[in-house]
């Protein structure tokens, strides 16, 4: 009845009665199929960060309003650590035959509040167990962009491994905000970094997106001695590592290790190469690494279809061989553009700057020749 023509000969009413029809479709269609679309765009992309901003804003628009929903601030303070969690006299002990040994991989792509359901207790990324006092506290660092179904699977089957293997642990997933191509050894120093001014963490655990563990006797834990790589067999290689010093996938350091060999190099935006470039490093400097035994440490790696393999490493390869000293975690440079605690893991996410990173590499290597020279 509403949008019958009027008879009226003002024309501006005309236009008014048309904007109103307007506005009436619009709010019919958002009522009808908002839902749908919500619903659609929620299970292909939850980890938007853009819309995790409004949504945001609309929490605090909704505590005006009397509900009093938790809201997460950016930049906030530690949140992991003020969780109070009961201490135990008795520390957790993780024997062999407690755990369930390898098992298949769930291929199941869930929804993060389904995760949420199916793994009560964490907080903020972070799990303690309940009954006992672990003996160790794990920084497990997921570099990330753009692989949501990717980390879906990894926390599907990675967190029930992890919880029993009695460790107190917190996943922090590191996405790369810029368009330029990615860089997994920055993502991997930010992550050590952001997770270090939050706690000193006895061990801090590398897990590629695409890398699930076959096997919960494949401890996450570091070694005193020696980094270790939690990689003995990929599947996609028939159970077997393409040469003797691949270091990629899995990897765990302490603080120190990680610090000797100033992280993984800054240089890598492109497919590939960084952890060539980290066993450069371990030939370096004074520390090695160890690798799980070959039963425990069988893994699963995801494939991808934007997985594009570039010849371009080698090049990076061959011109980060000897930068350990001025590329790493003392040269990233980054700016965090948004960061939330999930019940599941705390997400940060972050700017870098390609040109930046690359003319400060040119000016160290070019001081390095000078000093070599004079
Ligand atoms: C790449 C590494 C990668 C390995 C296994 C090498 O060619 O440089 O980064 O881990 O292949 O896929």
Same mark, same amino acid.
């Given at each position: 009845?509403?949008?019958?023509?009027?008879?009226?000969?003002?024309?501006?009413?005309?236009?008014?009665?048309?904007?109103?029809?307007?506005?009436?479709?619009?709010?019919?269609?958002?009522?009808?199929?908002?839902?749908?679309?919500?619903?659609?765009?929620?299970?292909?992309?939850?980890?938007?960060?853009?819309?995790?901003?409004?949504?945001?804003?609309?929490?605090?628009?909704?505590?005006?309003?009397?509900? %009093? @929903?938790? *809201?997460? #601030?950016?930049?906030? $303070?530690?949140?992991?650590?003020?969780?109070? +969690?009961?201490? /135990?006299?008795?520390?957790?002990?993780?024997?062999?035959?407690?755990?369930?040994? %390898? @098992?298949? *991989?769930? #291929?199941?792509?869930? $929804?993060?509040?389904?995760?949420?359901?199916? +793994?009560?207790? /964490?907080?903020?990324?972070?799990?303690?167990?309940?009954?006992?006092?672990?003996?160790?506290?794990?920084?497990?660092?997921?570099?990330?962009?753009?692989?949501?179904?990717?980390?879906?699977?990894?926390?599907?089957?990675?967190?029930?491994?992890?919880?029993?293997?009695?460790?107190?642990?917190?996943?922090?997933?590191?996405?790369?905000?810029?368009?330029?191509?990615?860089?997994?050894?920055?993502?991997?120093?930010?992550?050590?970094?952001?997770?270090?001014?939050?706690?000193?963490?006895?061990?801090?655990?590398?897990?590629?997106?695409?890398?699930?563990?076959?096997?919960?006797?494949?401890?996450?834990?570091?070694?005193?001695?020696?980094?270790?790589?939690?990689?003995?067999?990929?599947?996609?290689?028939?159970?077997?590592?393409?040469?003797?010093?691949?270091?990629?996938?899995?990897?765990?350091?302490?603080?120190?290790?990680?610090?000797?060999?100033?992280?993984?190099?800054?240089?890598?935006?492109?497919?590939?190469?960084?952890?060539?470039?980290?066993?450069?490093?371990?030939?370096?400097?004074?520390?090695?690494?160890?690798?799980?035994?070959?039963?425990?440490?069988?893994?699963?790696?995801?494939?991808?279809?934007?997985?594009?393999?570039?010849?371009?490493?080698?090049?990076?390869?061959?011109?980060?061989?000897?930068?350990?000293?001025?590329?790493?975690?003392?040269?990233?440079?980054?700016?965090?553009?948004?960061?939330?605690?999930?019940?599941?893991?705390?997400?940060?996410?972050?700017?870098?700057?390609?040109?930046?990173?690359?003319?400060?590499?040119?000016?160290?290597?070019?001081?390095?020749?000078?000093?070599?020279?004079?």
């Amino acid at each position: 009845m509403l949008c019958r023509p009027l008879r009226r000969k003002s024309r501006l009413l005309r236009i008014n009665i048309a904007l109103f029809c307007v506005f009436l479709v619009l709010l019919l269609y958002d009522a009808l199929l908002g839902p749908y679309t919500a619903k659609n765009a929620t299970f292909n992309q939850e980890l938007n960060y853009t819309s995790a901003k409004i949504h945001q804003n609309q929490r605090l628009f909704a505590l005006f309003w009397g509900n %009093r @929903e938790r *809201v997460y #601030t950016p930049h906030a $303070l530690d949140q992991t650590q003020k969780i109070k +969690f009961k201490h /135990h006299s008795e520390i957790c002990n993780v024997s062999r035959e407690k755990l369930k040994g %390898r @098992e298949e *991989v769930h #291929t199941q792509v869930l $929804l993060f509040s389904e995760l949420e359901q199916l +793994f009560p207790g /964490h907080h903020c990324g972070r799990f303690h167990p309940s009954h006992c006092q672990p003996s160790t506290r794990i920084a497990i660092i997921i570099p990330y962009r753009n692989r949501e179904f990717h980390l879906k699977r990894l926390l599907l089957n990675l967190i029930p491994k992890l919880r029993r293997q009695l460790v107190d642990f917190t996943i922090y997933v590191i996405e790369q905000a810029n368009e330029e191509a990615f860089n997994r050894g920055m993502m991997r120093n930010i992550g050590f970094l952001e997770a270090k001014k939050r706690f000193a963490y006895d061990c801090y655990v590398f897990n590629d997106v695409d890398t699930i563990i076959e096997d919960d006797r494949n401890l996450f834990k570091c070694g005193t001695h020696a980094a270790r790589h939690l990689v003995s067999g990929v599947r996609r290689y028939n159970y077997s590592l393409p040469y003797r010093g691949l270091l990629g996938g899995i990897v765990a350091m302490t603080e120190k290790q990680m610090t000797a060999l100033n992280g993984y190099s800054n240089m890598f935006f492109v497919w590939g190469g960084e952890d060539d470039n980290l066993y450069d490093r371990f030939m370096e400097t004074n520390f090695w690494f160890e690798r799980t035994d070959y039963q425990d440490g069988l893994v699963t790696t995801l494939t991808h279809r934007k997985d594009k393999k570039t010849v371009s490493r080698f090049r990076t390869i061959g011109k980060t061989k000897h930068s350990m000293l001025f590329d790493g975690i003392s040269s990233v440079r980054y700016e965090v553009l948004y960061e939330e605690y999930k019940p599941l893991f705390t997400w940060i996410v972050v700017g870098v700057n390609k040109f930046l990173i690359e003319e400060e590499f040119e000016l160290n290597v070019a001081n390095t020749k000078q000093r070599i020279s004079s």
